[in-house]
């Protein structure tokens, strides 16, 4: 159980870092609840990091109100930090992740936190991983983040978490391909959610053959989480992760690749930033015809959304 | 409709030129486009050329046959007026039926009842989750005890009795046999209508317990039991009014309706019942909003739609079962908490419009609709609205009168073509329960709501005394509908009654029953009668059920 | 730095029209919104306000149960120590209960003859009002309730 108090303080505290008031360490400093709630178990393990990942209506929220329920009911204490995109255009959004999992808002041993993700354009909001910090700091036993897959840029959460699901959906071959491209580097689990539809087996087949060329044991579950079907198996499969010890050394491999995707992608935008379309926007900008934001979001129309001008 | 000449085309493109045009040059027209609330463009003028496809054997006809454009029957109310039907429902049974009584001293001539939010969500008085809503909205009912006294005095027989329950409708439909029963009035002489559209729940009125499909079973039972045993009473009245008020546009709510209607005769026919065997007794429920063309043209289509659906889609061989007869409520949104008298003027134009369609059954709201469930002065006015259309203006004497005006055969035509389009998507995308299980409907009913939203905020369309003719000095007062604090209380104490007097060894066998039938697919009618019959409540079935059933949660979106 | 609001639906009331509206109206304004879903109790309110931090609780009741609703919600956010959140209310809420809610606290009313623009207006000045303006208040390091950096 967590109390009121500690509750009200992390969240305090993830504002205070969302809104780049102060880093993590200065918001403990100042939150004295989280503090104690940390100094009182110094021999405390660290809180288990497990990152959801994976396209926009795929699950993912669903799929950690059920693991909410499993880690309760295994009576670990667990805190959610779910990022959802913000309008680049108003900068406003609707965070709908939190409403999926509000049956647990009654439960103080669960810790519900949206976060828009702001200007960051990838998966995770600046401040998540302050944010996890805090929540591991609170004493919660296990931090759930869940982040918006697009593309390559959720790649972003090997730097956050120490188990990683990437839940996709029956679909077509394509989707699979897509699929291959970014996230078989970082997955841990691979889940097929909403295996209630045409296509599922399929699609995990095809998962199952291409984690079999790669040489780390990926595997590949499928879930319908609206109604809890494959969630205990899940949860088996994240406590056995959980349990291993490689994750040091796999955690640095997975920083160098986020470092290089990373790169690619600074590589990539300025090359697009080169092209005669690019250019053309600019002299509008220079023209005073367009706006800075619509120049934005004129470039980012012409990246494909990929790369970003911030 | 007539022999199209194809001047008038060219004489419309002539007055375009020589007579509007310079018209317009000295004074414009007051804005670009003219639409309807449903979002629909109107032209300026309606000619025999806009209405050429229509073809007037085809598609309007004669009242009382196919397409039904024209109404249901062939006399309609030359023979006698629709049905005035005022809901009633607050605090405790007894106060309700005091209600009731004195609405048909006022010359109503039906019944309909608003059950308090425990009551349509499936708890109990006692429920923790009740607390600060009993009778608050409506009238408490846990048990046939408060059945009972909620028709005191009304005899069953000779009056219809609506009934406005959807996720728990089968218990409430129980307890009116037991009710029917315990007061010896036969059965098959009971005519009246249990709402039970569970489909429409899960897109506009919220109000659940169970997920779709176990929902659809429970409207699929008490279909095939009524049909069995009911001859008259119609056991499902399929909706609109709750999506229209919801914000969706006009062709939507006809098409979600019928889509709605397509899926229980699905799941009706599915369990070897032949169509015709139940289908003349569904009925159905639209709004009356207050784009008065729209909506005249709205209902036509309706019945029109219906009619070639069951015929070309079910293959109904019998005329009742392709007739569309529906309820009518004006439209509680298009009333204002500001200077709230004027909402008689809206209403009054809003159930002339649902006359003019040809409805078998109306409510009209009270002038106090934006501020409180109904007072009983604003009920009789609304009331006498009603008997005023049908005794003063004479428009009962002929059929589907504004039948053949250009414009609205256009309108009505295109609320047809609206129709099926979206049966296509809908069907394109697995049929209706899918379509609510993946949030089609919900998505698209947000978007159509946000839209009128705006639109409503850009002036396209005035609210007179909200976005026009704001009068700040005064909002004069009106004497409300008082919420007696105490009838909570006197609910608790009429339970806890009911439970200390009952053979709870027999009601818990009874519940037994039910859970033991809810797993099989054998008809849960008969099991729910006998537990309503030994005092179960409504809650306690509701729960036992929740383990089999599971429990639907929303998904809601924007 | 974006307002962040809460949506909330209390009790068995199912009207979600307004709530809808006005969360993607906000949305589109510029600000966070996260909404509750429908059926909460006022705990789960609350709890959602303290986790989320928002900067206003934004309850919209349509069945008439405001008046045991608000004071639950008010008292509540008093015992967490967190009544620095502004809470307003949207719905069918009768004029002669207005002076009442907000005796207890409750900062507006919105009814349904504001506009859109009111209600933007409304809450952004709310916000500047309670000088809950997280930014601030974190940079001037006062975690407790009621301890604003404006005052
Ligand atoms: C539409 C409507 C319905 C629809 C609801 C559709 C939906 N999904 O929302 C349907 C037909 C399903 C319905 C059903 C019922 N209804 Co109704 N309904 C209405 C009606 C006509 C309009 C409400 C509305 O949506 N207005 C349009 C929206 C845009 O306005 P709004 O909600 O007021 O929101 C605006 C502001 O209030 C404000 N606002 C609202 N929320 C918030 C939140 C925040 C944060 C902010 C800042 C502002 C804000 O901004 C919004 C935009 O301007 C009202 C009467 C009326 N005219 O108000 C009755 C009314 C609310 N209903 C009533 C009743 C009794 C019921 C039922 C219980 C009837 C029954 N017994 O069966 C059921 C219960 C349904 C349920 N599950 O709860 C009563 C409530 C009585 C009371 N409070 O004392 C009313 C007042 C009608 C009456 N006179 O009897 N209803
Ligand atoms: N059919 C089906 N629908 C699901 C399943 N899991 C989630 N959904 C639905 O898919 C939609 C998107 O879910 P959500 O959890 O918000 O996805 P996210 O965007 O990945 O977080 C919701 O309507 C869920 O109810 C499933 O296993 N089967
Ligand atoms: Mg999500």
Redesign the interface.
């Known amino acids: 159980m967590i109390a009121?108090?500690v509750?009200?303080?992390?969240?305090?505290a993830?504002?205070?870092v969302e809104?780049?008031?102060?880093d993590y360490r200065g918001a403990l400093a100042?939150?004295?609840?989280l503090g104690s709630a940390s100094n009182g178990t110094t021999a405390r393990k660290r809180a288990d990091v497990i990152g959801i990942t994976g396209p926009p209506g795929a699950g993912k929220s669903t799929l950690v109100d059920r693991l909410i329920e499993g880690v309760r009911a295994a009576g670990e204490t667990v805190a959610v930090i779910a990022v959802d995109p913000?309008?680049p255009f108003?900068?406003?959004?609707?965070?709908?992740d939190?409403?999926r999992m509000?049956r647990h808002?009654?439960d103080p041993g669960v810790?519900?936190?949206?976060m828009?993700s702001?200007s960051a354009g990838g998966g995770l909001a600046p401040a998540t991983r302050d944010a996890v910090r805090l929540a591991d700091e609170a004493g919660f036993d296990v931090v759930i983040v869940e982040t918006v897959g697009v593309g390559q840029v959720e790649l972003e959460i090997v730097a956050v978490a120490d188990v990683i699901v990437v839940v996709t959906v029956p679909a077509l071959g394509d989707g699979v391909q897509a699929i291959k491209a970014g996230l078989t580097e970082i997955a841990d689990i691979f889940v097929v959610n909403m295996a209630d539809r045409p296509g599922a087996n399929a699609s995990a087949t095809d998962l199952k053959h291409m984690v079999r060329e790669g040489k780390r044991d990926i595997p590949v579950l499928q879930t319908i989480a609206q109604d809890g079907t494959g969630v205990p198996e899940l949860l088996a499969a994240l406590n056995k992760k959980r349990d291993g010890d490689d994750s040091n050394a796999v955690r640095a491999v997975r920083f160098e690749i986020v470092r290089r995707a990373r790169d690619e992608a600074v590589r990539g935008a300025l090359a697009a930033l080169d092209t005669p379309d690019a250019a053309a926007v600019l002299d509008r900008l220079r023209d005073h015809e367009l706006t800075r934001n619509d120049a934005i979001d004129a470039l980012q129309h012409i990246f494909g959304g990929t790369a970003h001008a911030h | 409709m007539q022999t199209t000449e194809r001047t008038i085309a060219d004489q419309q493109r002539e007055w375009e030129q020589l007579t509007l045009l310079p018209f317009t040059e000295r004074r414009p027209e007051a804005r670009e486009a003219f639409r309807t609330q449903g979002g629909a463009t109107l032209e300026r003028v309606y000619t025999p050329e806009h209405v050429a496809d229509v073809d007037y054997l085809r598609d309007i006809g004669f009242p009382g046959q196919f397409p039904y454009t024209r109404g249901p029957y062939p006399t309609m109310y030359r023979a006698q007026p629709w049905t005035m039907r005022q809901i009633a429902g607050f605090g405790t049974a007894d106060d309700t039926n005091q209600r009731f009584r004195y609405l048909i001293a006022q010359g109503q001539t039906g019944i309909s009842t608003d059950f308090d939010?425990?009551t349509?969500?499936g708890?109990d008085s006692d429920d923790e989750?009740?607390?600060?809503?009993v009778g608050?909205?409506g009238v408490a009912i846990d048990s046939v005890d408060d059945m009972l006294d909620l028709y005191a005095g009304i005899d069953l027989e000779k009056i219809s009795v609506s009934m406005t329950i959807n996720p728990s409708a089968w218990i409430l439909l129980a307890m009116y046999l037991v009710t029917a029963e315990e007061r010896g009035f036969d059965r098959k002489k009971l005519s009246g209508t249990i709402q039970n559209d569970i489909i429409k729940e899960y897109v506009a009125?919220?109000?659940w317990v169970y997920p779709p499909r176990p929902a659809m079973r429970l409207v699929r039972d008490s279909i095939t039991y009524s049909a069995e045993h009911l001859p008259r009473y119609n056991p499902v009245n399929v909706s609109g009014y709750h999506s229209r008020?919801?914000?969706s546009t006009a062709i939507q709510e006809v098409a979600f309706t019928l889509a709605a209607g397509i899926a229980y005769v699905e799941e009706v026919v599915k369990a070897g019942i032949d169509v015709d065997d139940f289908a003349p007794r569904l009925s159905f429920f639209f709004v009356s909003q207050i784009d008065f063309l729209e909506e005249v043209a709205k209902f036509r289509a309706a019945r029109r739609v219906w009619a070639r659906v069951m015929k070309e889609r079910f293959g109904a061989k019998k005329p009742e079962s392709m007739r569309l007869r529906f309820h009518c409520q004006t439209a509680g949104v298009s009333c204002?908490?500001?200077e709230p008298l004027n909402n008689i003027a809206r209403t009054a134009i809003e159930a002339l419009a649902a006359v003019c369609g040809g409805a078998q059954s109306l409510h009209t709201n009270g002038y106090d609709e934006?501020?409180?469930?109904p007072s009983e002065p604003a009920m009789k006015i609304a009331l006498r609205t009603q008997q005023i259309i049908a005794e003063e203006v004479g428009i009962i004497g002929t059929i589907d009168p504004l039948a053949g005006s250009y414009a609205l055969e256009r309108l009505t035509s295109d609320i047809e073509k609206g129709c099926f389009d979206y049966f296509a998507e809908i069907d394109k995308r697995g049929g209706t329960i899918k379509c609510i299980e993946d949030n089609f409907l919900q998505m698209e009913l947000?978007d159509a709501?946000?839209d009128l939203?705006r639109r409503k905020?850009a002036g396209e369309r005035h609210i007179v005394t909200?976005?026009k003719y704001r009068d700040e000095s005064a909002?004069p007062h009106v004497e409300?509908h008082h919420?007696d604090e105490a009838a909570s209380q006197r609910q608790l104490d009429r339970l806890a009654k009911t439970k200390a007097n009952r053979d709870s060894a027999a009601v818990q066998k009874a519940l037994d029953e039910v859970v033991r039938v809810a797993k099989t697919d054998e008809n849960i009618m008969p099991a729910t009668i006998a537990a309503v019959r030994a005092r179960a409540t409504g809650g306690e079935i509701i729960k036992a059920l929740r383990p089999v059933f599971g429990t639907y949660v929303?998904t809601?979106v924007? | 730095?974006?307002i962040k609001v809460l949506v909330a639906k209390p009790?068995?009331?199912?009207?979600?029209?307004g709530a809808?509206?006005v969360?993607?109206?906000?949305?589109?304004?510029?600000?966070?919104?996260?909404?509750?879903?429908?059926h909460?109790?006022p705990?789960?309110?609350v709890?959602?306000a303290?986790?989320?931090?928002v900067d206003v609780v934004g309850v919209s009741i349509l069945?008439?149960?405001h008046m045991?609703?608000f004071p639950k919600i008010m008292t509540m956010l008093a015992e967490?120590?967190?009544d620095d959140i502004a809470v307003v209310g949207g719905g069918?809420i009768?004029?002669a209960d207005i002076p009442k809610l907000k005796e207890i606290g409750v900062r507006e009313i919105f009814?349904?003859?504001a506009?859109?623009?009111d209600l933007i207006d409304g809450i952004e000045r709310i916000v500047a009002q309670t000088g809950r303006d997280?930014?601030r208040r974190?940079?001037a390091?006062t975690?407790g309730a009621g301890q604003a950096a404006s005052r």
């Open positions: 009121h108090r509750h009200r303080d992390l969240a305090r993830i504002s205070a809104n780049g008031v102060t100042r939150f004295t609840a913000s309008s108003t900068h406003g959004a609707v965070l709908g939190r409403v509000q808002a009654g810790f519900i936190r949206s828009a702001r | 939010m425990p349509l969500m708890y989750r009740s607390e600060g809503e608050r909205e009125q919220k109000e008020e919801a914000g204002t908490a500001r934006a501020l409180s469930i947000a709501a946000y939203h905020e909200v976005t909002n409300l919420v929303e809601p924007f | 730095m974006p009790g068995l009331d199912g009207h979600d029209r809808k509206i969360a993607r109206a906000l949305r589109d304004a510029g600000m966070e919104v996260v909404y509750t879903g429908l909460q109790t705990e789960m309110i709890n959602a303290i986790q989320e931090d069945s008439g149960a045991t609703i967490r120590e967190v069918v009768q004029e009814n349904a003859e506009s859109t623009q997280r930014s974190e940079a390091g975690a």
